[in-house]
């Protein structure tokens, strides 16, 4: 059976290398199907295709839509696009406009909180200033001593309550999915576990999202534990969605999953790429 890996980060968003080499390094690591993800934004999808005739591998088009869903931002990964289709272009530049504004509340923030120069250190770290993340915060602040590792920063500046966190309004649930079907895209819930809802705000959020149209649940991911592989495999047959898996790779020593090191899906679930 192929190896499917169906999410994961170029230069062209928050992950470190570019899109030749995301794909080179897929390939190396027996990934047969690679999606690249990249947040919002379609630009490394060129380059990531001949990348992948060269390497001999498939390149689905994806990208990973940001979504404000009940005050909580979550994430949808598109599956299969038309990297040319204009709805899903003009939307993704708009839900990016907000990026810039955003990260300079997020220095100021942080200058609050006594750290000063971080709107010009995460943009050392960033390829276009419509690109700029929390992770391109998270690195200069690792750089600046402020914090260990990657994994401490998000905890102790970039979450909510936190010095560094801002409110920020990304794109509506409905919008996201119904842009992805225009592009011909599937939709995908991605790393479901990863999100501040309790058990009655999970089902909520999976029957809305099945209820606009959306396609698939991100089962297997490395957000998650295996318990939680059963339990989204479960959510994924009890309200008809198929499932996917992605490693959410976005750099070397950045991952919690080498590209394509993930298990296989747990029986019983339709895999999104069932038709392809
Ligand atoms: P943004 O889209 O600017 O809000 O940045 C979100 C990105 O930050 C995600 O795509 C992840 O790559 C990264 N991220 C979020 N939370 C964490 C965390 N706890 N540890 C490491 N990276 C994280
Ligand atoms: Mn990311
Ligand atoms: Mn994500
Ligand atoms: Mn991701």
């Given at each position: 059976?192929?190896?499917?890996?169906?999410?994961?980060?170029?230069?062209?968003?928050?992950?470190?290398?570019?899109?030749?080499?995301?794909?080179?390094?897929?390939?190396?690591?027996?990934?047969?199907?690679?999606?690249?993800?990249?947040?919002?934004?379609?630009?490394?999808?060129?380059?990531?295709?001949?990348?992948?005739?060269?390497?001999?591998?498939?390149?689905i088009c994806?990208?990973?839509?940001?979504?404000?869903?009940?005050?909580?931002?979550?994430?949808?990964?598109?599956?299969?696009i038309d990297?040319?289709?204009?709805?899903?272009?003009?939307?993704?530049?708009?839900?990016?406009?907000?990026?810039?504004?955003?990260?300079?509340?997020?220095?100021?923030?942080?200058?609050?909180?006594?750290?000063?120069?971080?709107?010009?250190?995460?943009?050392?770290?960033?390829?276009?200033?419509?690109?700029?993340?929390?992770?391109?915060?998270?690195?200069?602040?690792?750089?600046?001593?402020?914090?260990?590792?990657?994994?401490?920063?998000?905890?102790?500046?970039?979450?909510?309550?936190?010095?560094?966190?801002?409110?920020?309004?990304?794109?509506?649930?409905?919008?996201?999915?119904?842009?992805?079907h225009a592009?011909?895209?599937?939709?995908?819930?991605?790393?479901?576990?990863?999100?501040?809802?309790?058990?009655?705000?999970?089902?909520?959020?999976?029957?809305?999202?099945?209820?606009?149209?959306?396609?698939?649940?991100?089962?297997?991911?490395?957000?998650?534990?295996?318990?939680?592989?059963?339990?989204?495999?479960?959510?994924?047959?009890?309200?008809?969605?198929?499932?996917?898996?992605?490693?959410?790779?976005?750099?070397?020593?950045?991952?919690?999953?080498?590209?394509?090191?993930?298990?296989?899906?747990?029986?019983?679930?339709?895999?999104?790429?069932?038709?392809?």
């Amino acid at each position: 059976m192929p190896r499917y890996d169906l999410h994961c980060h170029s230069t062209h968003s928050d992950g470190l290398l570019a899109p030749a080499a995301v794909v080179a390094r897929a390939a190396a690591c027996g990934v047969d199907v690679l999606a690249l993800t990249d947040h919002d934004e379609l630009s490394g999808l060129a380059e990531a295709r001949e990348a992948a005739l060269a390497a001999g591998i498939t390149l689905i088009c994806g990208s990973e839509l940001s979504v404000t869903w009940a005050g909580i931002t979550i994430h949808i990964v598109a599956l299969g696009i038309d990297p040319a289709n204009a709805t899903l272009a003009d939307s993704l530049a708009a839900i990016r406009g907000g990026r810039s504004t955003r990260a300079r509340r997020i220095a100021d923030a942080l200058a609050t909180a006594g750290i000063e120069g971080a709107y010009e250190g995460a943009m050392r770290y960033v390829t276009s200033e419509r690109l700029v993340s929390r992770t391109h915060f998270a690195r200069y602040l690792v750089e600046s001593g402020h914090a260990r590792e990657m994994k401490d920063v998000f905890a102790r500046y970039l979450t909510p309550g936190r010095p560094g966190h801002v409110e920020h309004e990304w794109a509506q649930l409905s919008d996201a999915v119904g842009w992805i079907h225009a592009a011909g895209g599937q939709a995908v819930v991605a790393h479901p576990g990863r999100y501040q809802v309790d058990a009655g705000g999970m089902r909520r959020l999976l029957t809305e999202f099945r209820d606009a149209g959306g396609d698939a649940i991100e089962v297997v991911s490395p957000s998650h534990t295996r318990a939680q592989y059963g339990e989204f495999a479960t959510h994924a047959r009890v309200l008809g969605l198929r499932a996917s898996c992605g490693s959410d790779w976005h750099g070397p020593g950045e991952s919690w999953m080498e590209l394509g090191a993930l298990p296989d899906l747990p029986a019983g679930v339709v895999p999104v790429w069932r038709n392809w």
